[in-house]
């Protein structure tokens, strides 16, 4: 019995290509996946490794094309072992389509208290992602 994900294992790019943008005046940078290869988790890791390591960054963002189902076969992995957690939602300037933000903090403390929300449905999602940051710095 073939699975759809077994299809979608099959038609993953052996390379993947990413973008990598800087915003300086926030010492963040981003990377963005274009195009899932099946090397996606190493070329993140080392894109994170060298904004950290070399550039100084005290963030940095990834952001997943949530069309591309290649996105999921290869991520299927635990974000935390990755060194990254969800991010929330924002909207995305370099992909067509929805992206999932990720975020990787190198020695910065977030705070809610820090953070305007609008509405309770933000205040709940903040809290999401206060805890989910908190359990990836805890791997």
């Keep these: 019995m073939i699975t759809a994900d077994a299809h979608i294992e099959s038609e993953v790019a052996e390379s993947t290509a990413i973008a990598i943008t800087h915003k300086d005046d926030h010492n963040l940078s981003i990377i963005t996946v274009q ?9 993140v890791m080392n894109a994170r490794e060298e904004l ?7 963030a940095v963002y990834l952001d997943l094309p949530l069309n591309n189902p290649a996105t999921k076969i290869i991520l299927d ?3 935390a072992e990755l060194g990254f957690a969800f991010a929330g939602v924002f909207p995305n300037q370099h992909l067509d389509g929805d992206a999932l933000p990720l975020q990787s903090l190198n020695n910065v ?3 809610s208290s820090d953070i305007s929300t609008a ?12 805890a989910d940051v908190a359990a990836t710095h805890a791997n």
């Design 35 to 43: 195009q899932p290869g099946r090397d996606l988790r190493q070329v």
């Design 52 to 58: 950290f390591a070399i550039r100084g960054r005290d």
């Design 77 to 79: 992995a635990d974000l």
């Design 109 to 111: 403390d977030i705070h």
């Design 119 to 130: 509405s309770d449905h933000g205040r709940d999602l903040l809290a999401y992602i206060i």
